[in-house]
């Protein structure tokens, strides 16, 4: 660039204005670390699921115990990340907000469901010793659709706002894998939370990896 | 009639860090000065002209031992940035 001195006609002040905003819009790439670890997370913890359903042996512990414990990686992962940004965007700001509006609506949910399912779980044992057989509603069945619901909130909306389509179409397959989850057994509904969490979180995650080892190959040839 | 162009904002340099500042809510000296391709020297002295017309706010601190300058625009860096891009499209019309 010119010193300062550089006069500038009114074209190329706009030109200027409009090049540096865009610079500063693309700016940093996210390591796509958090990303490949939740996907992965919820994936093992879906499949595992599964696995305990279909092979009927139960897991040492509750799988999904695997999520409070990948809380802590996320913490330091995002202080690094927080800590290497040379820039906060509004966007990031925002971002932050949405994920974490994502994270607590999950532990609210989670909370509900243990909720409702304690208060339906004797009514369905007392129903099974009266009649013999089990109660045809599986609350159980109809947990899925509620977190793949919430899975493809923040992941449309971050895909929406970084213009990063891997994020957006993930956000999408959520919520067409909520439909189907309606109308399919748990079985699928694990298998199609695997899937989710793999396509939403996973695979935009290695994408993200990419791009960041690009930019940062592209920062070093310029130094 | 012709809208003034503000001097302090009519430069190549400055106009390009209150461009890049416009868009984040913060920046680090070293960012600004990457995107700016300019030396060190130089934006330092553009920097403290903005930060003297109260367009940006200058912080300083350390990380990791090494010192670290934040640059944030104002409200009233914001308000000027606004004037010159309309009195930059008023001179574009005609």
């Known amino acids: 660039m010119a010193t300062e001195e550089t006069v500038l006609t009114e074209k190329e002040s706009l030109a200027l204005i409009s090049q540096m905003i865009n610079k500063a819009k693309n700016a940093y790439h996210s390591t796509g670390v958090g990303a490949m670890l939740w996907g992965a997370v919820i994936a093992i913890c879906s499949l595992v699921k599964l696995s305990e359903i279909h092979f009927n042996y139960t897991f040492p512990f509750d799988i999904y115990l695997l999520t409070l414990l990948a809380i802590i990686p996320q913490i330091y992962i995002s202080v690094k990340e927080k800590k290497q940004k040379p820039v906060k965007s509004y966007d990031d700001i925002f971002l932050d907000y949405v994920w974490l509006a994502f994270g607590i609506s999950i532990f609210l949910l989670v909370h509900i469901n243990a909720s409702v399912f304690g208060s339906w779980e004797p009514v369905a044992v007392e129903y099974k010793s009266l009649t013999g057989h089990s109660a045809a509603f599986r609350f159980s069945e109809f947990v899925s659709p509620f977190f793949l619901l919430l899975y493809g909130m923040p992941t449309f909306i971050t895909g929406a706002a970084c213009k990063f389509k891997p994020m957006l179409y993930g956000g999408i397959f959520c919520w067409l894998c909520c439909i189907v989850t309606v109308y399919t057994n748990i079985k699928i509904d694990l298998l199609l939370t695997a899937f989710s969490a793999i396509i939403a979180w996973f695979i935009p995650g290695l994408f993200m990896e990419k791009e960041y080892r690009m930019a940062k190959k592209q920062e070093k040839m310029h130094v | ?94």
Not at chain 2, 14 to 21: E, K, N, T
Not at chain 2, 39 to 61: D, R
Request: charged fraction near 20%; charge should be positive.
């Open chain 2, 1 to 94: 009639m012709f809208k003034d162009l503000d001097p302090i904002l009519h430069s190549q340099l400055r106009l390009a860090v209150i461009s890049l500042l416009i868009s984040v809510k913060e920046a680090e000296f070293t960012f600004i000065k990457e995107k700016t391709n300019s030396s060190a020297g130089n934006l330092s002295v553009q920097i403290n002209k903005l930060k003297e017309a109260g367009y940006i706010n200058v912080t300083k601190q350390f990380r990791d031992n090494y010192p670290l300058t934040m640059c944030r625009i104002t409200p009233e860096g914001i308000t000027a940035f606004e004037k010159y891009v309309n009195a930059l499209q008023s001179y574009m019309k005609l």
